[in-house]
């Protein structure tokens, strides 16, 4: 088309170097007539596109009004920008030029048209081919994949979010999936704040597990035992000292299950669950021992996430079987060994994900209130039973009938993972309704419609072929075996060091050597996969020298080294730990 004259070129770009994008706008039904009539120069003589009700998208502001603000004041270098809606192309070149060649700018935009609109006005193959400019498919699960890729510039920058006004004009999905982007940033935000904090630790929990996990079995066999069937997820919310003694004078043919913490709390209601989940890597986690009676729960399996604290593993009284969890040494390598699960941020999150895997037809929660009337916010027994909590962390919400709560930050994100999991599980969820928040997408049920609709009830045989495979979870699984990485870690990373004292000395006229080095030694750091979730810290260290940092200074060599000397410390670490010889008994 002569009113698009680069976006052949552009398209072609997008197959070579975008081709989740490429695919994703290739399958879209595209309106030819409206890319024809809607181009038009407008009253201040400068391209516009025509909306439905004839009028341009800048007839009433020209472009320069709203994006002459689009500009990365903090650290260009090291940034992004997201943009929402692309028009025919004024704000996303007003970021295109104004920012470094380093600055990652990401363009979302639900309307195909408008994409087109755009790609077909400037020549963006320069910035596409240099992974400057990426376009997104309109999908959560490629927007957080971007997201995610972003972690150096969520460290070392500043993510910027820009909603371009114009395009809002086009319809409400603009401010929709702004909102969404917004929230899925904040979410990444945080927990990458955690993993800085806390992946030293959850490896480090990992490690130490490591030749227990050997012995002590697999989750596998009870991926879909539970068909036919229906389970119970008892949190330690208040509604649970309401609704536990009712259940455990008639809990039928369900299986039940609860949190290693919820373990007390669910004791005192006359309940015994078939099983409990640990995902908790904080060795505080060890209190609930203080309440729990362990002749009571020796004989209460707990699936146990890899990133448990390992004393608190070791002081529990039942059989233990292991559950290989995301973000740590079962991500990338084990995959072909293990089941590696998604544990999400609660452990009601993970035990809702868990027993949808095992293939349950339905699952009801009990006890799952999310947020509290009066002081206390978990049931008797738990560990956070009349807890005070900060007056920073505190939100207020209303129940089903309008009466206040009192919640947590924390709840609420929880509860919003939940919400979005709901939509996705194939298992129907029920709520057992307390008072308490109100769970989207989940059935709120009374005691008496449990009992009518059969939520208890099973498949005659189902119960006894759940309990056969929880019985077979403790045989151990043959596991792959690891060669030693130090002596080659430490023979190449030394020599490497002497090269860089070398280029320090001289620095000045080193600059373009010394980065190319550091480039050199953040790749090698980043190779191994198994090792790879416990140098998290290290490569986004290094990260910060090669890739956020564009001039080197004496003092940057001894940051180097201290880098190295935690790595190669690591590094012995995790040979000691997993690289377990097959005739050595795992302890």
Request: proline share 6%.
């Amino acid at each position: 088309m002569s009113a698009y004259p680069f976006l052949k070129d552009n398209i072609e770009a997008l197959e070579t170097y975008n081709p989740p994008f490429y695919a994703w706008l290739s399958s879209q039904n595209i309106d030819e007539e409206k890319l024809k009539e809607s181009l038009f120069t407008n009253k201040w003589d400068i391209l516009d596109w025509k909306m439905e009700n004839g009028i341009g998208l800048f007839e009433t502001v020209p472009p320069n009004a709203i994006y002459k603000s689009w500009v990365a004041t903090e650290k260009p270098d090291t940034s992004a920008t997201f943009i929402v809606g692309c028009n025919v192309g004024y704000g996303v070149n007003q970021v295109l030029m104004n920012t470094p060649d380093s600055h990652k700018v990401i363009v979302y935009d639900p309307n195909p048209e408008m994409i087109l609109a755009c790609l077909g006005q400037t020549d963006y193959r320069p910035f596409i081919k240099a992974g400057k400019l990426h376009f997104s498919p309109i999908d959560e699960n490629s927007l957080m994949t971007i997201i995610k890729d972003l972690d150096l510039q969520f460290v070392y920058g500043k993510i910027y979010l820009r909603q371009d006004m114009a395009s809002q004009q086009l319809g409400p999905e603009y401010a929709r999936w702004s909102t969404v982007i917004r929230k899925k940033l904040e979410s990444f935000s945080a927990e990458m704040t955690t993993l800085r904090l806390k992946q030293d630790v959850m490896v480090g929990n990992e490690l130490d597990n490591f030749s227990r996990i050997l012995k002590d079995g697999s989750i596998t066999p009870l991926k879909g035992a539970g068909r036919g069937m229906g389970a119970v997820i008892l949190g330690a919310g208040p509604s649970l000292a309401e609704f536990g003694p009712e259940l455990a004078k008639n809990p039928g043919q369900a299986i039940f299950t609860t949190s290693l913490q919820g373990l007390p709390a669910v004791q005192k209601t006359g309940i015994k669950p078939h099983f409990c989940i640990g995902i908790d890597y904080n060795a505080s986690m060890a209190r609930v021992y203080e309440q729990l009676d362990m002749e009571w729960a020796k004989d209460i399996p707990l699936i146990y996430s890899s990133k448990l604290d390992h004393e608190v593993l070791a002081k529990y009284p039942g059989p233990t079987i292991p559950m290989w969890t995301v973000g740590g040494l079962g991500t990338f390598v084990l995959g072909n060994h293990a089941d590696i699960f998604d544990a999400g941020s609660n452990v009601s999150i993970t035990l809702a994900r868990f027993l949808d895997w095992c293939g349950f037809n339905h699952i009801l929660m009990v006890g799952q209130d999310f947020a509290w009337k009066g002081r206390n916010s978990h049931s008797a027994g738990h560990q956070n039973s009349g807890a005070n909590y900060n007056p920073n962390m505190l939100v207020e919400l209303q129940n089903a009938d309008g009466e206040k709560l009192t919640s947590t930050v924390q709840y609420m994100t929880s509860k919003n993972e939940m919400e979005e999991d709901i939509k996705k599980l194939r298992a129907q969820v029920f709520n057992l309704y307390g008072g308490c928040a109100v769970i989207e997408g989940a059935q709120n049920v009374g005691m008496q419609e449990v009992h009518m609709e059969g939520l208890l009830s099973a498949v005659p045989g189902s119960m006894d072929y759940f309990k056969t495979a929880m019985n077979m979870t403790s045989t151990p699984r043959p596991m792959p075996t690891f060669e030693p990485r130090s002596p080659k870690w430490t023979s190449s990373l030394n020599h490497v060091t002497k090269r860089l004292e070398k280029l320090f000395r001289k620095h000045a006229k080193n600059q373009d050597e010394i980065h190319k080095t550091l480039h050199e030694v953040y790749f090698f750091i980043r190779q191994d996969l198994l090792y790879m979730p416990y140098l998290y810290n290290e490569i986004l260290d290094m990260a910060g020298l090669a890739r956020a940092q564009y001039g080197y200074a004496p003092k940057d060599l001894p940051r180097y080294k201290r880098i190295i000397k935690k790595i190669l410390a690591k590094v012995r670490h995790m040979d000691r730990a997993i690289c377990i010889s097959p005739n050595r008994k795992a302890a």
